[in-house]
C-alpha cells in the first residue's frame, strides 16, 4: 500500500510500522522525505503531524474510558 501510494504521487514518502504485543515485527521507510534534493526517508525522520493532536489524544481518553478509568459524564477535575 505504501509503494502504491508513492507510485500515484498521493505521498513522497511513508514510514511503516506495525508492532504486536508490545515487539516492533515490521518497520520500513518506503519513498523520499524531500523531493527536491531527492533524499531517501528514514526509519527515524520526524514527521509534522498538523493538526492530528485532537484526534490522537481523544483516541488515547477513549481507550482508558474502555477499561473502565472513568466515567464520560465525570468532571475534568477528575
Known sequence: MAESAIKDGD??????LVA???K????KAFGLADNSSGREI???DIFRI??????????GVMML???GLFK???????
Open 11 to 16: 505521498v513522497p514518502g511513508v514510514v511503516a
Open 20 to 22: 504486536r504485543n508490545g
Open 24 to 27: 516492533i515485527v515490521y518497520h
Open 42 to 44: 528514514k526509519k527515524d
Open 50 to 59: 498538523a493538526s492530528q493532536s485532537k484526534a490522537i489524544t481523544s483516541t
Open 65 to 67: 474510558w474502555e477499561e
Open 72 to 78: 464520560l459524564d465525570d468532571p475534568v477535575s477528575k
